[in-house]
């Protein structure tokens, strides 16, 4: 079956630029979950959506980052006015109700911002 | 905050035993994770063990936990080349069931024929 999808693969954006990356999750699963990876660096929790509720945004860097998901679906990061240390790889995870805490990940897409 | 500390890279030759190791600060985390990253791939769920255990063992992987010292393993008996990968360990934030992860920085496991 399908899995997490997650568009583009590849961003190569200026500095200032804002981008807006696309992820699909797993249908039905109802909780979404960004993370950021650098360059050597672990994961790091970016925002979580869970059905209905208020997203927990706990993890954005700064004012500038910003996500969605509409109708419980798909979700958009969007980074506005990017600088260099934005540049990374963004993945997207889902998980169903009521499992164990497996999440499901994309191949996320690799940002660059030149 | 709560942190996960891993070793950075393992070198181990094929069908020796790998044993990465993993120390983490939150002992309220309910369940405590291992992934694996492959080149150009994402992140795939090898194992977990719930925090009320000490050892859990699923085919070729072996996974341990001292809670006492806060302290994770995972072993791969048979270690294959292509197991070579980058591997994270992950605790769960806190006792609640929201499934945010907290990741170590993730070993690389490089295995030599």
């Known amino acids: 079956g399908a899995g997490v999808s997650q568009s583009p693969s590849n961003k190569v954006t200026e500095k200032g630029k804002d981008v807006e990356l696309r992820c699909d999750p797993i249908?039905?699963?109802?909780?979404l979950y960004w993370y950021r990876q650098s360059l050597g660096q672990g994961l790091e929790f970016l925002i979580y959506f869970q059905g209905n509720s208020a997203p927990d945004k706990s993890g954005l860097p700064s004012d500038r980052f910003s996500a969605e998901r509409t109708g419980g679906s798909v979700s958009t990061l969007t980074i506005q006015r990017t600088q260099q240390e934005d540049s990374a790889v963004y993945l997207c995870?889902?998980?169903?109700?009521?499992?164990?805490?497996?999440?499901?990940f994309g191949p996320g897409t690799r940002l660059t911002v030149l | 905050g709560e942190d996960v500390e891993q070793s950075l890279f393992l070198s181990v030759r094929e069908g020796d035993s790998s044993v990465i190791n993993c120390t983490y600060t939150d002992s309220s985390s309910t369940y405590l994770y291992w992934y694996k990253q492959e080149p150009g791939a994402g992140l795939q769920l090898l194992t977990y063990i719930f925090s009320n255990m000490d050892m859990k063992q699923d085919q070729r992987l072996t996974v341990l936990l001292n809670k006492k010292d806060k302290h994770l393993s995972l072993r791969i008996a048979d270690t294959q080349t292509g197991d070579s990968a980058i591997y994270f360990c992950a605790e769960s934030y806190g006792s609640s069931n929201t499934g945010k992860l907290i990741f170590g920085q993730g070993t690389t496991l490089q295995v030599k024929p």
């Open positions: 249908s039905g699963h109802t909780a």
């Open positions: 995870a889902s998980r169903p109700t009521g499992r164990s805490n497996e999440q499901f």
